[in-house]
């Protein structure tokens, strides 16, 4: 029988259904919390597989678009939310949250797909166009919005001024629209699966029907909101463990990050694992695109309206490791062909980097 029934299974809507429920009822018990944390938990792998039902049906590399664009517009949503309510206490809330998702996508993300897909194929083979046109990209928008506000004259770093906050958010809407629209359409040959027989039983699997496939677009979208929900629910909860642990406060912002990611990291991870790295590398780089590429330029737009104050440049301990980041990702999908090793290094630095924003 196919993986892909007439229906979606009943546990993918029941789960979001309580999922929003639990994210629109007062918090405060601990027992609550527990059940929003693992609410949050079961709606991630529901949005995973309506994410797999969309994407089966519109092909590649649409469907992995659609889960980066639908994950990044709803967390945008999220920080505008917190940073707004949180005033000048949660300035560098879009820097810390923008950072960490690019550290968690190229370090950790990648890392887990070349090393548990190194491990079942031993080599993988992707489209050295695609992957060095994504890291071409994300290497520009990544120096451009959180490494140049630290050396500009006009205004003491680590802020814009308003008309350098208004280029940085042109600059990344131009830059994240023309990667949309070569990995769409004019390149789209680039981001193929490169070996239609390469995956396992879901890649040959009869496509859904419109009606599974619109059912799951809905759903998708609504998971999506009630991860984001939770997510900020359960920040306060966060933010006081943080806290009480002596931590960073920017570790607030890598746990939003990684909670946010989680759907996309899920799907990664199982296309790498069934010999789809194009497929996963589509995923994993185009959230981290999507991340800096939206994020910023409604960020900026809302706070030049605003006029709060927005701190977007990072620190030299941050920008070391972005540097580190962007050159072994470079390297690593430069031959077209990965193993094990690939995945090692960046899993070392997806720990480096951990381990050093709770002992900075």
Not at 146 to 173: D, E, M
Request: hydrophobic fraction near 55%; charge should be neutral.
């Amino acid at each position: 029988m196919s993986r892909f029934a007439p229906l979606n299974p009943a546990w993918t809507w029941q789960v979001p259904l309580l999922a929003w429920a639990s994210m629109l009822t007062p918090s405060g018990a601990t027992l609550a919390t527990v059940i929003a944390a693992i609410l949050l938990g079961g709606t991630v792998f529901a949005a995973v597989h309506h994410a797999e039902v969309v994407a089966h049906r519109i092909g590649e590399p649409f469907g992995t678009l659609v889960l980066a664009v639908a994950v990044t517009v709803i967390e945008v949503a999220l920080i505008v939310s917190v940073m707004i309510s949180g005033g000048a206490a949660k300035a560098a809330l879009a820097r810390d949250t923008v950072f960490s998702a690019i550290m968690i996508v190229c370090t950790g993300i990648v890392g887990l797909c070349l090393l548990l897909g190194g491990i079942r194929h031993r080599e993988q083979d992707f489209h050295l166009q695609g992957a060095t046109s994504a890291m071409g990209v994300l290497a520009a928008l990544s120096v451009l919005s959180l490494v140049l506000p630290n050396y500009t004259s006009s205004q003491p770093g680590p802020a814009w001024s308003q008309p350098q906050l208004a280029f940085s958010g042109f600059a990344a809407l131009v830059l994240y629209g023309m990667f949309v629209f070569v990995q769409t359409i004019r390149h789209r040959d680039y981001f193929l699966p490169v070996d239609d027989t390469a995956g396992d039983e879901t890649s040959h699997a009869k496509p859904p029907s419109k009606r599974q496939t619109w059912e799951s677009g809905v759903l998708l979208m609504a998971c999506l909101v009630a991860v984001v929900g939770l997510a900020k629910k359960l920040s306060p909860v966060i933010e006081e463990a943080v806290v009480s642990a002596g931590a960073p406060a920017a570790l607030v912002g890598i746990v939003i990050a990684a909670l946010v990611l989680l759907p996309e990291g899920l799907a990664a991870v199982r296309a790498a694992q069934a010999n789809r790295l194009q497929t996963s590398l589509n995923l994993a780089l185009g959230s981290a695109l999507a991340s800096i590429g939206l994020t910023i330029p409604v960020v900026a737009a809302i706070f030049i309206v605003t006029g709060q104050p927005l701190i977007l440049g990072l620190e030299a301990k941050e920008t070391v490791l972005l540097a580190l980041t962007l050159l072994v990702s470079t390297i690593s999908l430069s031959t077209g062909r990965t193993t094990i090793l690939q995945g090692t290094v960046h899993l070392m630095i997806f720990a480096a980097f951990l381990f050093l924003s709770v002992v900075p």
